[in-house]
């Protein structure tokens, strides 16, 4: 398979220009999309309103629940709509259209009607924005049925799993870290697909867990980095989705090396990492040689001072000392 580096922004691109070109019945619709509007806000639909019209790139104005509701109802009438809310906060504003609409629709009508909606968000967690424009939310989606909750660490990975969003006959939550759109990597330039519920092994190692997705991937590989020079072997499981999940990688991994840190950028208390130690503790606890750590962004609004805000969020760092104190090594700072 022919493959060309790029930025996670680019692959974000590829995979709506390559859908839109597959299938008429895929659109996208949402605020200052179009090439007119500037392609997006993080210039992720950039030249395809160019390419294939403002009837298949539609800007609208400033309502999320009448994006989301727009696209639920193109959806009803056999659509395949690609619906973008510009900042992950504002997501709240809709959740009624998704929680009892979309993730319902199959279950309400015995199987007869699906909701083959994917709702890109935009977390913009790291870069100043403060307490209404920061948020990593993608716990609200995981406690409702009926959805699917995706969040890519890599280029490959966006493209892959945007393009298994986009043809999913169910609702999907694709998050989009803001910090990773600049990334680069190796990605497969024809039609490229990852199904949803596996895993990736990013890193092997044996001492070690880290189950994490998103930005808490790369942060993760440099506290790596930092214990394999300590002689402290890590693994490193990223998602890719929350919903479903691999708990089987999960599991196989946690047996081998009898250690897990949980690593996320949403809320520590009642986020992901709560569902994935407890998950972890029910099926693994007889293999487990310490309790499941985790690390997460703290319980407050979030700052935008910078120094604040980065003691808000988790880092190398705080990943790192969480491992230490798991493997029973001395932790250089409190987290």
């Not at 909606?117 to 009926?146: N, Y």
């Not at 190692?205 to 790596?224: F, K, L, M, N």
Request: with cysteine.
């Amino acid at each position: 398979m022919e493959e060309r580096e790029m930025t996670m922004q680019q692959a974000l691109n590829l995979a709506l220009d390559q859908a839109l070109a597959k299938d008429e019945s895929v659109f996208l619709i949402g605020e200052d999309i179009t090439d007119e509007a500037g392609g997006g806000i993080v210039g992720v639909t950039a030249g395809l309103s160019t390419k294939y019209g403002v009837d298949r790139v539609l800007d609208t104005p400033i309502s999320e629940a009448a994006i989301v509701g727009a696209a639920i109802g193109a959806a009803l009438d056999g659509r395949r709509p690609v619906a973008e809310i510009m900042i992950m906060d504002f997501i709240g504003i809709a959740i009624d259209q998704i929680a009892n609409h979309a993730a319902k629709m199959r279950f309400m009508t015995a199987g007869r009607t699906t909701s083959p909606i994917t709702v890109r968000v935009a977390a913009l967690s790291g870069m100043g924005t403060g307490a209404t424009h920061s948020q990593s939310l993608e716990h609200w989606f995981m406690g409702m049925p009926g959805l699917k909750v995706v969040v890519p660490s890599s280029p490959a990975d966006a493209k892959g799993l945007l393009t298994t969003a986009i043809f999913d006959d169910d609702p999907v939550v694709f998050v989009e870290t803001a910090r990773l759109l600049g990334t680069r990597g190796m990605v497969p330039v024809d039609d490229y697909a990852i199904p949803f519920g596996q895993a990736n092994v990013v890193r092997p190692g044996t001492d070690v867990t880290i189950v994490t997705y998103g930005r808490g991937v790369p942060e993760s590989v440099t506290a790596a980095d930092e214990l394999d020079a300590e002689g402290i072997s890590v693994e490193i499981i990223d998602l890719r989705t929350l919903v479903p999940m691999d708990t089987e990688t999960v599991f196989e991994s946690v047996r081998r090396t009898r250690r897990a840190v949980a690593v996320t950028y949403s809320v520590r208390f009642g986020g992901p990492s709560a569902e994935i130690a407890a998950t972890i503790n029910e099926h693994c606890f007889g293999d487990l040689a310490a309790p499941v750590a985790r690390v997460g962004a703290q319980f407050t609004p979030i700052p935008s001072a910078s120094v604040l805000e980065a003691a808000h969020f988790p880092d190398p760092q705080r990943i790192a000392d969480a491992v230490r104190r798991t493997v029973g090594a001395p932790a250089t700072l409190g987290s």
